[in-house]
DNA sequence: GGGGGGTCTCAAGATCCTGTAAAGATCGCC
DNA sequence: GGCGATCTTTACAGGATCTTGAGACCCCCC
């Protein structure tokens, strides 16, 4: 989950910048990198980042300046780097919007933790409120909770039933094979025994069909695999 | 709105709370004050303040298991305060929940510049339900207050025990897996003790639980996990 | 009308998972 | 050092789930 995270690094100068890439990028974390400013901005924009480390010395756009500008249309945390450890310096950086200060030198460590912290801000953020669902007629199926509900009523469902159900979800609209669901959820070792599918999914759907016989939602294409409606 | 801000204070040193009293009132912020780290939690939990200053250096419960404390069941921002300037003891802070370190000395206004961004993310967090407590049915968890009642009758639990339906009612409605569980109260030494669980879950539903063969609370999840029910 | 591939359903047995008790190990406290 | 509380570990019965095989069905083509 974490792992997906994205880290923009605006830094110009290379030394500095390599050591954040290899320090970041050595813990799960995705790294995009801006050179300057101007670069910085576009970098945020176009790739959402989690948390951006932001360099304040920088040539032409400094690093205030840049802050500013984010700050009119984001609200992703921004962790200042900084050789100027003055008190009024940091006090401009926080005001203008920046969530965090470091001065230089600091601490590979410190500088992770207070990473985890802006993530763990940012990932609250994308939390908030309650879990995306997918919702197709009176199927309700909630991944983030591993909850199944038809007509409001929750659906008790085996741990193979539930996974040919997410997988379908995952791929709401499009054909998946037998061969498909063998690999996801028996592994590679059951090639050939597409039965299994079979005699699961006629479980599942007398589960959450109202007519087995006539299926709403988990549509057989013969020859080929399973389809999930994505219309009512 | 920020005029009426309130900010815990929690320090043990006289001059020093004396000090950020001072310095918090002057600038049209309510305070709070604690002189110990039990009396914090307990201040934390009913005056609902907007961010809390936290010293490390408390005598008896210590700054880092108030913050593990409050954890449990908030998310108001914390500002640590520490003599210690060490990496690692930051790191320790940051990790178990704070959101910032200042080492003393510091700057008046550096402190008040992370004040205000530590506002600033409260301040966003602001429609928040803010009880932390956990009603369902007969059954009743008081997350800040570490109390779990059944028919309104104090019900006690074990560490391990406790630790598993805080894990629950933070995820109400979700299933949690066994390594879930393992790894937030075992840590990561111990997976595969599935064991473990289902042990002390069984004790934790002959506690909560009227007919535990009969749950109406905690739903095993078979092959996966345990869920806590949201509706009676 | 018959045959065949593909599919659905059912149910029995094998297999795996879970709840529980109980005994031994460990810990904190006096 | 002893005591009580808690945690770990083991064992086993009962429950839930999965596999497996067999029969029925459907649709299309011959």
Redesign the interface.
């Known amino acids: 989950m974490s792992d997906e995270a994205v880290i923009l690094v605006i830094e110009d100068e290379v030394p500095m910048r390599r050591f954040l890439r290899a320090l970041v990028a050595g813990h799960g974390l995705r790294v995009v990198e801006a050179a300057s400013g101007e670069e910085g901005i576009a970098l945020a924009a176009s790739h959402a980042p989690d948390v951006i480390l932001l360099d304040l010395g920088l040539p032409g756009v400094d690093g205030l300046e840049v802050t500013r500008r984010i700050r009119e249309w984001s609200?992703t945390p921004i962790i200042v780097i900084s050789a100027r450890g003055l008190?009024?310096d940091?006090?401009r950086a926080?005001?203008l919007g920046?969530?965090?200060y470091l001065t230089k030198p600091f601490?590979a460590?410190?500088l992770?933790?207070?990473l985890?912290?802006a993530l763990r801000?940012a990932g609250?953020?994308a939390a908030e409120g309650a879990?995306p669902r997918f919702v197709l007629g009176d199927l309700e199926v909630d991944l983030?909770?591993?909850?199944v509900r038809v007509r409001g009523e929750e659906v008790h469902l085996?741990?193979i039933e539930y996974r040919l159900l997410a997988l379908l979800v995952r791929h709401a609209g499009r054909v998946l094979t037998h061969r498909h669901f063998l690999r996801e959820i028996w592994g590679p070792g059951a090639s050939g025994q597409d039965h299994y599918v079979r005699v699961h999914m006629s479980q599942l759907r007398r589960k959450i069909e109202e007519d087995p016989a006539q299926p709403r939602y988990v549509i057989t294409e013969t020859g080929v695999g399973y389809r999930l409606r994505t219309d009512a």
Chains 1, 2 share one sequence.
Not at 144 to 147: E, G, K, M
């Open positions: 609200e008190e009024e940091k006090v926080l005001d920046a969530d965090d601490g460590s410190e992770l933790a207070r985890r912290v801000h609250r953020r879990d983030a909770a591993r909850v085996t741990p």
